[in-house]
């Protein structure tokens, strides 16, 4: 029963080192046992504890920015880049550069090209389907690709097969169909 008290209170002692930090553990170990090597100088040890724990912080700094990305799928440019007054002005009463139905056509010159427009592109309501600054979805999308036209489109759709079998393919509308304007019927491409 000696044999086994010894073997116990070691066994103790190792569990017990294991949770203590190191100056703790070395004092420990070196009344114990002969021969244990001497820590390093306290500046080495700080040195290399300090490093670590910078490189430790950068890594979750960095897989924070990931995560922001991933849930930032689609930013406009000037807001990124901190432009407010590409679309802000604090000196008009809209708040707005121009009116507000006119506002993404004020840089958005080019893509409302055709003889037929999507009602809201028409309008200068972009707001129904983007967000002004950034988005969890592409293209600054209030909701993802495969949702956003069924927000208002909720009527039965022509060629009703058609359309089933590109959902089940995983073809978006604006697969096929221009969201803003075409010279198409339906907005084909």
Request: with cysteine; net charge positive.
């Amino acid at each position: 029963m000696g044999k086994r008290w010894k073997y116990l209170l070691m066994v103790g002692v190792m569990v017990q080192l294991c949770g203590c930090d190191p100056a703790t553990r070395y004092k420990i170990t070196s009344t114990i046992f002969d021969g244990v090597p001497r820590m390093p100088p306290a500046e080495e040890y700080c040195r290399d504890y300090h490093l670590k724990a910078l490189s430790e912080e950068a890594e979750a700094e960095k897989q924070k920015q990931i995560a922001r990305k991933k849930a930032r799928a689609s930013s406009h440019p000037p807001y990124v880049e901190k432009r407010c007054n590409d679309c802000h002005d604090k000196n008009t009463e809209s708040g707005f550069v121009t009116p507000l139905k006119d506002l993404c056509l004020h840089c958005h010159t080019d893509f409302l090209k055709g003889t037929y427009f999507h009602g809201p592109a028409a309008a200068g309501a972009c707001l129904k389907c983007h967000v002004p600054h950034d988005s969890p979805n592409e293209y600054l999308l209030t909701r993802p690709r495969t949702e956003i036209c069924q927000t208002c489109h909720v009527e039965p759709r022509a060629a009703r097969g058609l359309h089933d079998n590109a959902r089940k393919s995983g073809i978006y509308c604006a697969n096929c169909h221009d969201p803003h304007s075409a010279n198409n019927k339906f907005f084909l491409k």
